[in-house]
Each structure stands twice: as structure tokens, then as C-alpha cells.
């Protein structure tokens, strides 16, 4: 069963396409996010199935049935905002029931409801707080629980975090997604921040001028992308680009200014990271091909290494550390003039003191993922 279908959906601004022949479908109670950068269509988008924008063409689905002719203020869709939209002048409880009563309920109907949605978002007895006396997090939840004591068929998010400092945007990625499992509501999310995707979503659909460049579980985004701008853009990669001087069934040699020499796999390839069967015919020696590969895929080896059959190995220097507990990296600059980014793992036996030493950088063929330039 599935809360929320759009088919083929487009939207034309004059001549220009914001949104263009988009599909996707969502599960009933579960956590659903759109992720792209500014400008790729999201929020037009969003509002489309909240329905504030007309689409040009296409459809739109709820619980099954088309909602094109039907206006926002019927469709069982709620949506929050990033700035909120918190009425300053009520209290908490008088913020969470203006919806109810607008709707039309009794009294003693819509204190019961706003006490047990209270209850459910941690904030039980708030109801006499003023929304400026709240933090920034508990105004999150009651914008939230103004939504769902109406129990919408989906709720809609668009950057909710945007406007929050960095340590409380880490806690409420972590609060939404209980939030989510708790009132069990399908949550169709929109952000440019990859992190909040991938760490609450349980699909993610990666938008790009437009268009879906990829549908799937964040862990398929990541481990297998489908296309360079989904590679570059989920996750952090190292990239190069150079031609195509050997294919060798699902393996590419990719031939970097200067002379050295890259083997990945190719994207969609039996032996790559995209799965599927051999795409070699995708590429031709004397293409134009970009290699992605992960921080944690490479190794810095002191010293300079010769070049290893298995391996691929570009020598270089160490440029500077960027310290950030668990997840510092360090720097290499190629011989190339590149700066590639590794993963350092704090007992690895370099420090700040070892910046402008040679190491040689090293990753297994399987730890890449090769793309025709053009995709």
C-alpha cells in the first residue's frame, strides 16, 4: 500500500521545466526524503502534492486516489515548514488545537487529543507555555504535533532543520526519526543536506535539474550510485577524470595526465559497485571517464611505493590534517597538484608533524567506481 504516488509529474514555469517527468512512490509509514541541491525542483515539487502549485502534467496520489482536483485545504496533507509558522500570540496547547477547531471539534475532544500528542512528543503539561519560552527543539516538536493531532495520510517537511544550530540539527535528525515511528505516519522530506537523508531516510530519492537521477536506501545510494552526479553528491569522493585506455570486462584503465594509470570498476558492471550486468559497451578506449573513490577506500603509506599490479597507488605529500575526533581526514597532495581527502584514523601513525612527508596512496581496483564523463 502506498500513502503517496506521483506519475509523471511535471511543472512548467513558461520555458522552463522546474520539474520534469518525476515518478515515485512512497510506502505507507515510512520515512521517504527527497535530497538535492538548491534549485533542482524539491520544494516545487512539495508543493505540488501539498496543492499550492498546479502540475503541468502528471499525476498525483493519495491512499490511491488522484488528489489534482482537490485544493490543500481538503487533502489529508500537513506540511512543516522550516521557519515553522508558530503562532507567537497562542500558547502551546492553543497552537496544537487551532487546527481542530478550525476543523470543528468539541471542546473536551480536542483537549483530550492535544494532551495525548503532547504526551507523545516528550512535552506532556506544556500546554500553557508560551512558543517563546520554548527551545529551539521543542518548538520543532510542537510544529510537528500541530500536524499530527489532525493525522494526516502524509506529512511533509520541507528543511526543517535549516534553521537550527549544528549540535541540535545532530539531535533532532536523530528525534525525527523516532518521532516517525512513533505516530507511524509515511514522512516525505526534503532537504539539501545529504546527512539528514541518509541517516533518517529509509529510501531517498536524489534530485537533480529536475529530474531523479536515482531512487533507493541510503545504503545503495552509497555504495552504489547509478550516475557521477549521485556519486559526487551522497557522500564524500575523491574524483579524477582522465581517458579510457583499456577496458577488460567490467574494468576500466583510466589514464591520468602525467602518466599514471587508474583501474575501477565501471559503474553497472558484474564487478562493480553498481551491480547488473557488463556495461563495457558503454565505453570506448579514448573516452572521456571519471573515477570515484571514498576517503575510507584509501590507505597513506609512508614513503613512495612503487606501482603494484592489485593496487591502485599515486605518490604524494602530506598537505594538512583536518582534526574532527572520529571523523578527521587528512589531506594529499598528489604529485598532480590534487588535494585528495583520506580518512585518518587517530592511531595511524601520522600526526601534524609528519605534514610535507611522502606517503603513497593506495586503494584495492574493487574500491573505486568508474563513469563515463558525460553521465
Known amino acids: 500500500m502506498f500513502d503517496l504516488q506521483c506519475d509523471n509529474l511535471t511543472k512548467m514555469f513558461g520555458a522552463f521545466c522546474a520539474v520534469n517527468d518525476v515518478s515515485l512512490e512512497v510506502p505507507s509509514g515510512s520515512f521517504f526524503s527527497i535530497l538535492g541541491p538548491s534549485g533542482c525542483g524539491k520544494t516545487t515539487l512539495m508543493r505540488m502534492i501539498a496543492g499550492f502549485e498546479t502540475p503541468s502534467g502528471g499525476d498525483i496520489r493519495i491512499k490511491g486516489q488522484s488528489v489534482l482536483s482537490i485544493g490543500p485545504n481538503k487533502r489529508n496533507v500537513k506540511m512543516v515548514f522550516q521557519h515553522l509558522a508558530l503562532f507567537p500570540m497562542m500558547d502551546v496547547g492553543e497552537n496544537i488545537a487551532y487546527g481542530l477547531r478550525c476543523r470543528g471539534d468539541s471542546k473536551s475532544e480536542i483537549k483530550t487529543r492535544v494532551a495525548a500528542v503532547l504526551d507523545r512528543i516528550g512535552l506532556a503539561g506544556y500546554e500553557g507555555k508560551r512558543i517563546s519560552?520554548?527551545?529551539?527543539?521543542?518548538?520543532?516538536?510542537?510544529?510537528?504535533?500541530?500536524?499530527?493531532?489532525?493525522?494526516?495520510?502524509?506529512?511533509?517537511?520541507?528543511?526543517?532543520?535549516?534553521?537550527?544550530?549544528?549540535?541540535?540539527?545532530?539531535?533532532?535528525?536523530?528525534?525525527?526519526?523516532?518521532?516517525?515511528?512513533?505516530?507511524?505516519?509515511?514522512?516525505?522530506?526534503?532537504?539539501?543536506?545529504?546527512s539528514e537523508a541518509l541517516v533518517m531516510s529509509d529510501n531517498v530519492a536524489v534530485m537533480n535539474a529536475g529530474r531523479f537521477e536515482q531512487i533507493g536506501a541510503p545504503e545503495d545510494l552509497y555504495r552504489a550510485p547509478s550516475s557521477a552526479f549521485v556519486a559526487g553528491f551522497v557522500g564524500d569522493s575523491n574524483r579524477w577524470s582522465g581517458t579510457v585506455t583499456a577496458l577488460d570486462r567490467d574494468q576500466v584503465k583510466v589514464g591520468l595526465d602525467g602518466g599514471a594509470t587508474l583501474v575501477a570498476p565501471l559503474a553497472g558492471g558484474s564487478s562493480g559497485q553498481g551491480g547488473g550486468s557488463s556495461n563495457?559497451?558503454?565505453?570506448?578506449?579514448?573516452?572521456?571517464?571519471?573515477?570515484?573513490?571514498?576517503?575510507?577506500?584509501?590507505?597513506?603509506?609512508?614513503?613512495?611505493?612503487?606501482?603494484?599490479?592489485?593496487?591502485?597507488?599515486?605518490?604524494?605529500?602530506?598537505?594538512?590534517?583536518?582534526?574532527n575526533g572520529a571523523n578527521s581526514r587528512v589531506l594529499v597532495r598528489t604529485s598532480r597538484g590534487e588535494l585528495i581527502e583520506v580518512d585518518h584514523r587517530l592511531d595511524g601513525g601520522l600526526s601534524r608533524e609528519s605534514v610535507g612527508q611522502d606517503v603513497t596512496l593506495e586503494w584495492p581496483h574493487a574500491g573505486g567506481i568508474c563513469f563515463k564523463a558525460e553521465d
Open 133 to 194: 519560552q520554548l527551545s529551539g527543539g521543542q518548538k520543532q516538536r510542537v510544529a510537528i504535533a500541530r500536524c499530527m493531532v489532525l493525522e494526516p495520510d502524509v506529512l511533509l517537511l520541507d528543511e526543517p532543520l535549516g534553521a537550527l544550530d549544528l549540535k541540535l540539527r545532530e539531535h533532532m535528525k536523530i528525534e525525527l526519526k523516532q518521532l516517525q515511528h512513533q505516530f507511524n505516519t509515511t514522512f516525505l522530506y526534503i532537504t539539501h543536506d545529504q
Open 280 to 323: 563495457t559497451g558503454r565505453l570506448s578506449v579514448g573516452d572521456t571517464a571519471s573515477v570515484f573513490v571514498r576517503p575510507e577506500a584509501l590507505v597513506v603509506t609512508p614513503g613512495l611505493l612503487p606501482d603494484a599490479p592489485d593496487r591502485n597507488r599515486l605518490q604524494g605529500t602530506i598537505d594538512s590534517f583536518l582534526f
